[in-house]
């Protein structure tokens, strides 16, 4: 019996419309990651540089960080990215609040909001994954050491943040996302380990937060 195969997407080589040649303006750069959404790609790079590419494949770049942009996050319901980035390769990874509906004096995203990865500056580990919530409001960071913290505040507007530890571990935590349950007006946080998946439910008020296990392989 031979398995039937199911064709997808349409691989299409881009081209550049300049020179009808493949699309190569970027490859010397060392580009560490990439988003899209709201009509444009964005890339970051080794260097530190954000890369703006939009449907006519124009590029606009600017610098982010000092030393190099890690991980990105594109709201879908609000003109925000959020970067991860260093700008000292020896201090606690710094998270960016970009506002695309606002330029600074050189015409370049705003930069809204400058928040500490970690709260502890004595404790830095690198930041493997990061989610933000569609309110605004919430942030999960989720750190090599099997860690995850839940920064609460108004990403755009608010001056300082307030930093708490959902989740411990002894393994990399891999993912985070969050999920709005409309039904019972709660929001869940999904974290996914090398070894287990678990959420928390965040909505809860106290010092310690429901945990639900869904698969545990350590």
């Known amino acids: 019996m031979a398995w039937k195969s199911f064709k997808f997407f349409e691989k299409e080589v881009l081209k550049d419309p300049e020179t009808q040649q493949p699309f190569e303006r970027l490859k010397e750069h060392d580009i560490t990651c990439a988003v899209s959404g709201r009509g444009q790609i964005v890339l970051g790079d080794g260097t ?22 890690s991980l990105m996050y594109q709201l879908k319901q609000h003109n925000v990215l959020v ?55 919430l942030i999960a960071v989720g750190f090599a050491d099997g860690t995850v913290t839940l920064i609460k505040g108004n990403i755009l507007h608010d001056r300082s943040s307030r930093h708490r530890t959902v989740h411990t571990d002894k393994v990399p935590v891999t993912s985070v996302a969050f999920k709005t349950d ?14 287990a998946v678990v959420s928390y439910d965040i909505s809860s008020t106290g010092d310690k937060l429901v945990m639900t296990v869904y698969y545990n392989g350590g």
């Open 48 to 69: 530190g540089q954000l890369y703006i590419i939009n449907g006519q494949l124009d590029i606009t770049s600017f610098p982010a960080y000092e030393s190099r942009v």
């Open 83 to 137: 970067t991860v980035g260093e700008d000292e390769q020896t201090i606690n990874p710094q998270i960016k609040v970009w506002d695309w509906d606002k330029a600074d004096k050189l015409g370049n995203p705003r930069c809204a909001r400058t928040i500490r990865a970690n709260s502890s500056s004595a404790k830095s580990f690198s930041v493997h994954t990061f989610c933000v919530h569609e309110n605004l409001t």
């Open 182 to 195: 409309t039904s019972k007006n709660k929001i869940f946080l999904y974290v996914v380990t090398t070894a």
